[in-house]
């Protein structure tokens, strides 16, 4: 299924929180965001501190003088320190490798000089700048990311410790629907196991590894598999919610027993969803290339 066709399915499953709840849960969280802007950003600490840190480490943290001088006396971002060669750059480092082997006059890069590397170097003037620049990217991701948990913690999704509020997502969130607009019990089963199971997936994630990736890992990466298990999960249960629809439409709703005779899974989800594989490998060219006229798909 190509992400067109795909689109249109998730975006007409979208009636699974239809309307009134949707319009409810989007203006709790338009107040939710900015009550939140109006709160000074309470992270207590630098995403940002380690050596090796992932999350785009360009300089280090002390902003107040990002820079080095170097041999000539001019100042310059924090060079590379490569063993066993102290150059000021991989590159540097690398040609001193070679050097002794081919020559220094055989190796481009040392017959013209470091000087000759930029068509315009920048000035001292422009380094400062840029480093502040620097210090604004880091301090505009901080204030994303308070505001970001300040408003999942007033919607409940985090706890007050930041972590995966799971409660919310097997049980408080379903008591918010709108009259007449709750889910069917399929769905709901379905979307309940699956938070379960992204949860249970998150939080296994091993602190070590997470703690290599940097401290913003350390902090939120159990979160961010969580989120982003939660909107594959949604995504795949909504497919199977719309594909039992057009099976009901058509054909009518198989029972268990029906659907274990006919070797299709006992889940009534997966048994729609391999039914509608199985219909969609048999079609011939020719039918696809009609249903592709008419309908958009296959």
Known sequence: MNGRKKSKIITSCANAWVKKTMMTFYKAAEKSCEECQQLAPAMDFDLFTEADNEEYNVVGDEMENPF????????????????????A???????????????????????YGRG????DPPTQEEMKQFAGHIAEF?????????????????????????????????????????VGEQ?????????VQGFENCHQ??????????????PFYAKFGRQMMFFKCKKMMFDANCVMKELS????????????AKRAKMGLPKDLYKANLMAWTVKKSVKTPTQKFVHEFLFGGQ
């Open 68 to 87: 080095i001088m170097t041999q000539a006396g001019s100042q310059t971002l924090p060079a590379f320190q490569a063993a066993p060669f102290r150059g």
């Open 201 to 214: 997936m998150a939080t296994s994630l091993p602190e070590d590894l997470l703690a290599k990736k940097g």
């Open 245 to 256: 629809a057009w099976t009901e439409v058509m054909y009518g709703t198989p029972s268990e």
């Open 116 to 119: 000759k590397r930029a068509i």
């Open 89 to 111: 750059n991989p590159l540097e480092s690398y040609l001193q490798m070679w050097a002794p082997q081919y020559g220094a006059q055989n190796v481009p890069y040392f017959q």
């Open 138 to 178: 880091k301090e505009e991701k901080k204030d994303k990311m308070a505001n970001l948990t300040c408003v999942l913690r007033k919607m409940g999704a985090l706890d007050d410790n930041l972590n995966i509020n799971l409660k919310h997502f097997t049980k408080d969130m379903w008591s918010k629907f709108a």
């Open 183 to 191: 889910p069917d019990a399929e769905f709901k089963k379905h979307m």
